[in-house]
């Protein structure tokens, strides 16, 4: 299985919600990431998990707070978020093996903020 | 800060002809240079990636090439196809204090029938 797997694929949410974004690899990689991409623009970075902890933090908001509760599975918890956090928010895994090594991507979850 | 370069921002093409797109980047600690291929609506794609310790790298119709000293590297595709018409992603990226992976800001590439 060479997947990765994100839901839900679309998310409106107004900006006093609550929401998660979930992600899924069983590929054994242990190193998980969360991007954000808006249109016409690259895929931005925003968290890197490495065994299960936080190893970079791209000074987001703190109204995205990211999980990673075990080796197969990476959150973003969404709270009180902007319209201009509407983008397509992107998971990818890659072996951690000294070298880095290829990084698979998931479809992402596209998110609008109202 | 640390960035990545990417040119030309759009490319057109006839079929058959070759595309070049050429990436600088500034961190010297990086040392894994992935290309992604990245269609409407879709996630991005590895098409091919190289190591800091090799110059060159090729697979078919696509290559890439990597100078360390100049920090610059290119994506070369041969006999262009239609459907390689894509949005192309280059990206740099280190594994000291993480693995922090930087995209360029894309090519929008158009091959013509």
């Known amino acids: 299985d060479t997947e990765v797997t994100q839901t839900p694929k679309h998310l409106v949410m107004g900006m006093t919600n609550k929401k998660s974004l979930k992600c899924e690899q069983h590929?054994?990689?242990?190193?998980m990431y969360w991007y954000k991409q808006k249109a016409k623009k690259p895929p931005e970075l925003m968290f890197v998990?490495?065994?299960?902890?936080?190893?970079i933090n791209e000074s987001v908001p703190s109204r995205f707070s990211p999980e990673c509760p075990n080796s197969s599975l990476l959150n973003l918890h969404l709270h009180a978020l902007q319209p201009e956090d509407s983008a397509l928010y992107l998971c990818?895994?890659?072996?951690?093996?000294?070298?880095?090594?290829?990084?698979?991507f998931g479809p992402g979850t596209r998110l609008t903020v109202t | 800060g640390e960035n990545v370069e990417q040119h030309p921002s759009t490319l057109s093409v006839q079929e058959g002809d070759s595309a070049v797109i050429k990436c600088t980047y500034s961190?010297?600690?990086?040392?894994?240079f992935p290309w992604y291929k990245q269609e409407l609506g879709k996630r991005p794609q590895l098409i091919i990636d190289?190591?800091?310790?090799?110059g060159e790298k090729k697979d078919q119709r696509i290559a890439v090439t990597l100078n360390k000293t100049a920090k610059h590297f290119s994506l070369h595709i041969t006999e262009t196809q239609p459907e390689d018409s894509a949005v192309y992603f280059c990206?740099?990226?280190?594994?000291?204090?993480?693995?922090?992976?930087?995209f360029g800001a894309g090519t929008r590439l158009f091959v013509k029938a």
């Open positions: 990818a895994s890659s072996q951690v093996s000294g070298v880095i090594d290829e990084q698979y």
């Open positions: 590929m054994g990689h242990r190193a």
């Open positions: 998990y490495s065994y299960e902890k936080l190893s």
């Open positions: 961190d010297s600690a990086s040392n894994y």
């Open positions: 190289i190591r800091s310790n090799v």
């Open positions: 990206a740099a990226t280190k594994t000291t204090g993480g693995f922090k992976t930087i």
